[in-house]
């Protein structure tokens, strides 16, 4: 069982950058794939970006393709997301999910992600 814990959000004005980190209390983290997702009020949780567990391979949303990057660091057990230039239409509450295979038919799905994180809000104003 995997717990994850997200830290970093905020509110910050637009063009602003911000680094979402999920720590992961699992020592096998590094065997997981992880995945980022976000949900504004009356909408559907939606896929932002995922990484295999090596990092070698990383998928976007075409929404944040150029701007935001997703990263890792196994030694640390914590997955990153680095926004830049920061929209008020990003603002949501960001939750970090982990899956056991990277399978790209299915990283865009949420159901398909067995652990999660409890969410951090982050609020961009125009």
């Known amino acids: 069982q995997v717990q994850l814990v997200e830290s970093g959000g905020d509110l910050v004005q637009a063009g602003a950058s911000l680094t979402l980190s999920c720590a992961a209390s699992?020592?096998?983290?590094?065997?997981?794939?992880m995945g980022w997702f976000r949900q504004a009020p009356g909408t559907e949780r939606e896929f932002v970006a995922a990484?295999?567990?090596?990092?070698?391979?990383?998928y976007y949303a075409d929404s944040v393709k150029g701007r935001f990057t997703i990263s890792r660091d196994n030694a640390k057990n914590t997955a990153y997301l680095q926004m830049n230039s920061l929209k008020p239409e990003d603002t949501a509450v960001y939750y970090c999910?982990?899956?056991?295979?990277?399978?790209?038919?299915?990283?865009?799905?949420?159901?398909?992600?067995?652990?999660w994180g409890q969410g951090t809000q982050v609020t961009v104003s125009s």
């Open positions: 999910a982990a899956r056991h295979r990277w399978e790209a038919a299915v990283l865009t799905t949420p159901s398909k992600y067995p652990y």
């Open positions: 699992e020592r096998t983290f590094s065997m997981f794939a």
């Open positions: 990484i295999s567990w090596s990092g070698s391979s990383a």
